[in-house]
């Protein structure tokens, strides 16, 4: 029994140490690289497929190694939870010692003074009590006390910097907020991202369903998000020569909050690095892309028009792929339907250029928007239950010969192409739409106080020095009185001395009054 305790003792010292907490947060800051250079599951989990699958056994075992969710992998929490308990272990008995250090007096004053890093004597033709309320005035603004030794001789010991160790307090128990802060983020917080057409279309936050994906808390199940709404009225973007983006600007109005009831709508210009900010959510402009329109005027002459994003494979020029999908229209029978279903698939290009019939982009603004798309008729697969992007369509129907390509063309706006039934699809122009991430983070207000008082409390610890100084006065038979003035840095004696020769200075020759 004795050894157990004697080892969990051991134990609790040596996670309870200084450097135990340094060797951590070293770990701790180690464990989040593979975070920021490998692809993570709940960021991108097809990139990270292709990473394992592109880089084999390598691959395998990062994964077994959780490599690919590192900060939900056990152990980074494991790191995570010791350096938390350790900061806890060690600050907590240096606190109660800071407290004990503060209501104490300055020690008394050492019998040697000469033997001080730092000393000055001399004789001078005032008496004690005159040198001590010189003293005292010269060491206005340092802790001091005063004291009597036998033979008349009074001493003043004084200290000075106290605030160094203030300054490290709040430094590492506010790297401790720090990371309960971190933590209770991860818990309660959410961020989902969501495409609108910039085209007067809204949002609402009511719930998971709404997003494209969404990344919840660990306390978060989804049905409790904050309410707003967001309507994107116009998008507006301006481009270098080179095609980079300059700005974007999305003109949005959105509800929260009494305006949800009373159906108010507030106008907001919503930039990118500029979120609007509503009921503790905020909403941030992450992208833009194009959507293009199509016409389809089937053999009866019904029309239907539909307009869904695609997405951008070149974030240079936004040349885009996805796939627009139809059902024909005054079909009842299911199986009828499903055989004349179609997907318009292939290339939209913002700022069209032709190569023969190759068509690619030169600059993102749609100056000249053109498509160059593939036509499938058949069943797509849409009523089999399994999951489909709206970006592709499902290629095992046209492996098996239920979806077939009937069309391949190149067209711009206003163009058409015939189907060898009479179906005409007509391009009819892009729109724009916008990607806008709602990230919620309770404890954001307290990231930002802990963050800024652990540079507050850095700062202090590393400006300030702890010192300390004696002075003694000794009355002699001839009536002149011996002046020992000793001096200690107790942390760095860089500095110090040219502090204590200009003290011992103004000590010596009659405690001028001046600040030090």
Known sequence: MGNALAFLRNTWRGLTAMRTALTLLFLLALGALPGALLPQRSLNAPKVDEFIADNGWWGRLLDKGQFFAVYGSSWFSAIYVLLFVSLVGCLLPRLWEYFT?????????????????????????????EVIAAARTRLRGWRLV???????ARTIS???????????????FALLGLLVAFALGKMFGYEGQVIVQATGKQYCNSGVFNFDSFRPGLRVDGTQLTPFCVRVNDFHASYLHNGQ????????????????????????????????????????????????????????????SAEVQWRPVDPITLLSEGATKFDPPQITDSEER?????????????SAVFDGTLMSSNFPEARKPAVAVDVFRGDLGTDSGRGQSIFSIDQSMVDNGRLKKVARENLEVGQSVTLDDGTV??????????????????????????SMLIVVGLGTSLAIRRRRVWVRAVPQDDGRTFIEVGGLARTDQAGYGGEFTGLSRDLLSGGQDKES
């Open 338 to 350: 499903r055989k004349n279903q179609i997907a318009i698939t292939g290339l939209l290009a913002p």
């Open 245 to 304: 983006a300059e700005s974007y600007r999305a003109g949005i109005d959105y509800q929260s909050g009494a305006d949800l009831a009373t159906g108010t709508w507030r106008p907001y210009s919503l930039e990118v690095n500029h979120p609007l900010r509503t009921e503790g959510d905020r909403v941030y402009l992450l992208g833009h892309g194009y959507t293009p329109k199509f016409t389809v005027t089937f053999p009866n002459g019904a029309t239907r």
């Open 425 to 450: 699809i007509r391009f009819d122009g892009v729109t724009d739409w916008v990607s806008l991430q709602v990230s919620h983070d309770p404890t954001q207000v307290y990231v930002l106080v802990f």
């Open 146 to 152: 005063e004291r009597e030794e036998p033979g008349g």
């Open 158 to 172: 004084a200290e000075r910097g106290f605030l160094r160790e203030t300054g490290n307090l709040v430094f590492h």
């Open 101 to 129: 250090q503060m209501r104490a007096k300055p020690v008394l004053t050492p019998r040697n003074l000469s033997r001080m890093p730092h000393h000055a004597d001399a004789h001078v033709d005032r008496d004690v009590d």
